[in-house]
């Protein structure tokens, strides 16, 4: 491991409890906690936990989950259970969308307020100046909406962490590079000129979940606040870290945001279970690096990764990237669960070569465009 870009900084602050790896979605189910214990151990297997300030992160109350959530849904979380969810009055699996996305397995309820815990702990670092980056993998699950589950997102972590921030600062950007639209914080926030959000994702009106096209781009007082990146098929590290620049750059000069939340969903990566982008890890990571250029405070969150071993690798990565340390690409050998990495024990792992490039140069400077008209209208 060496250091790089000495000249800022930062304190890192990193927010997790071993606890919300533990709960268990269903067999099959995508979604595995677990990829959080792998990463924590890989974290604190390259020495990244001796150089950041650790907290172990508390289950947020239900008045701070109530501050986006409506009471009703909340009732219910906390209610359900694996062996009464089928004696629930009609049609309320159908209303809090109960099925195999967002099942109902056992904690549910624990398990989304330790997330959203280490959320608000993170972004209570930033508010009182105690933290100028802080990081909560387990959180960034960005579907969730006021009244339910969305694509397996119980609690809306991001809203209440920016909630929180809003108390504070008077602009806040959001950007998302999960594969999939974060289209629970777009929404949230789709009215107000306070928030501005941002997501590159996969779109074809059909992928989940379905919205976040380019001509979204928020209303009435959000009207030109919002920001979306429709992407295909196989994009690679040079088309999207460009892209990702290009737009990103004049976006915070112009926004000059004074926080920034980034949700770094792994499952852009090549070769998720349920991706189709071409990502490697230090693409993925050069736009965390990119953000953090800009030393403007920051709330680093997860968000999707159905390959736990890639996932665990990439937020490792980027944990070093946030504390300016590039890592070795040989794993720590001492490590609980190195097998996970038996199909190369590397950090930096080949993943660009499943997919073929559905985004023409043409496309993706069409699209460019099109964002940057979109981010001239902030001024003036
Ligand atoms: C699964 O194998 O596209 C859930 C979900 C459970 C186990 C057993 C049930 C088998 C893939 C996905 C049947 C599963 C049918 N099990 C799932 C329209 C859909 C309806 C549900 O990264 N079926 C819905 C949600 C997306 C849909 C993506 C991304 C979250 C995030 C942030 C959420 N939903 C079609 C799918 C499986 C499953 C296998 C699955 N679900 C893949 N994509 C979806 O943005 C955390
Ligand atoms: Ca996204
Ligand atoms: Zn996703």
């Given at each position: 491991?060496?250091?790089f870009?000495?000249?800022?900084?930062?304190?890192?602050?990193?927010?997790?409890?071993?606890?919300?790896?533990?709960?268990?979605?269903?067999?099959?189910?995508?979604?595995?906690?677990?990829?959080?214990?792998l990463?924590?151990?890989?974290?604190?297997?390259?020495?990244?936990h001796?150089?950041?300030?650790?907290?172990?992160?508390?289950?947020?109350?239900d008045?701070?989950?109530?501050?986006?959530?409506?009471?009703?849904?909340?009732?219910?979380?906390?209610?359900?259970?694996?062996?009464?969810?089928?004696k629930m009055?009609?049609?309320?699996?159908?209303?809090?969308?109960?099925?195999?996305?967002?099942?109902?397995?056992?904690?549910?309820?624990?398990?989304?307020?330790?997330y959203?815990?280490?959320?608000?702990?993170?972004?209570?670092?930033l508010?009182?100046?105690?933290?100028?980056i802080?990081?909560?993998?387990?959180?960034?699950?960005?579907?969730?909406?006021?009244t339910s589950?969305?694509?397996?997102?119980?609690?809306?972590?991001?809203?209440?962490?920016?909630?929180?921030?809003?108390r504070?600062?008077?602009?806040?950007?959001?950007?998302d590079?999960?594969?999939?639209?974060?289209?629970?914080?777009?929404?949230?926030?789709?009215?107000?000129?306070?928030?501005?959000t941002?997501?590159?994702?996969k779109?074809?009106?059909?992928?989940?979940?379905?919205?976040?096209?380019?001509?979204e781009?928020?209303?009435?007082?959000?009207?030109?606040?919002?920001l979306?990146?429709?992407?295909?098929?196989?994009?690679?590290?040079?088309?999207?870290i460009?892209?990702?620049?290009?737009?990103?750059?004049?976006?915070?000069?112009?926004?000059?945001?004074?926080?920034?939340?980034?949700?770094?969903?792994?499952?852009?990566?090549?070769?998720?279970?349920?991706?189709?982008?071409?990502?490697?890890?230090?693409?993925?990571?050069?736009?965390?690096?990119?953000?953090?250029?800009f030393?403007?405070?920051?709330?680093?969150?997860?968000?999707?990764?159905?390959t736990?071993?890639n996932?665990?690798?990439l937020?490792?990565y980027?944990?070093?990237?946030?504390?300016?340390?590039?890592l070795?690409?040989?794993?720590?050998?001492?490590?609980?669960?190195?097998?996970?990495?038996?199909?190369?024990?590397?950090?930096?792992?080949?993943l660009?070569d499943?997919?073929?490039?559905?985004?023409?140069?043409?496309?993706?400077?069409d699209?460019?465009?099109?964002?940057?008209?979109?981010?001239?209208?902030?001024?003036?």
């Amino acid at each position: 491991n060496y250091e790089f870009g000495s000249t800022y900084a930062p304190r890192v602050s990193y927010h997790f409890n071993p606890k919300v790896s533990s709960y268990h979605f269903g067999v099959r189910h995508p979604m595995k906690p677990f990829r959080l214990m792998l990463t924590d151990h890989l974290v604190s297997g390259y020495g990244l936990h001796k150089i950041m300030d650790l907290y172990e992160t508390r289950k947020a109350s239900d008045d701070e989950l109530l501050e986006f959530h409506t009471d009703d849904y909340i009732n219910f979380l906390k209610k359900v259970n694996p062996d009464n969810v089928n004696k629930m009055p009609r049609g309320t699996l159908d209303k809090f969308n109960i099925g195999d996305d967002c099942p109902i397995f056992h904690n549910l309820y624990e398990y989304s307020s330790l997330y959203t815990g280490a959320s608000l702990d993170a972004s209570r670092k930033l508010l009182n100046g105690q933290s100028d980056i802080a990081i909560n993998w387990s959180g960034g699950l960005h579907h969730a909406k006021k009244t339910s589950p969305s694509g397996f997102c119980y609690i809306n972590d991001i809203v209440l962490s920016i909630l929180n921030l809003l108390r504070f600062h008077p602009r806040v950007l959001y950007i998302d590079i999960d594969l999939h639209h974060g289209d629970g914080v777009q929404e949230a926030f789709y009215t107000t000129d306070r928030v501005y959000t941002v997501s590159f994702h996969k779109y074809n009106g059909e992928f989940f979940p379905g919205t976040g096209n380019y001509d979204e781009t928020g209303c009435s007082n959000g009207k030109h606040f919002a920001l979306n990146v429709p992407l295909k098929d196989g994009i690679d590290d040079d088309s999207y870290i460009n892209l990702f620049k290009s737009i990103i750059d004049p976006l915070i000069t112009s926004y000059n945001p004074t926080v920034i939340i980034q949700q770094c969903g792994a499952d852009s990566l090549g070769h998720d279970r349920l991706g189709c982008f071409n990502l490697n890890i230090k693409a993925h990571g050069e736009c965390v690096k990119f953000v953090k250029s800009f030393g403007i405070p920051m709330l680093v969150v997860g968000g999707g990764g159905y390959t736990p071993k890639n996932v665990s690798r990439l937020w490792t990565y980027e944990t070093g990237i946030l504390n300016n340390v590039l890592l070795s690409p040989e794993l720590p050998s001492d490590i609980p669960f190195l097998n996970y990495f038996d199909d190369e024990y590397s950090l930096y792992p080949v993943l660009d070569d499943l997919y073929e490039n559905k985004n023409s140069k043409q496309f993706l400077e069409d699209l460019r465009i099109r964002c940057l008209e979109q981010i001239r209208y902030l001024k003036g």
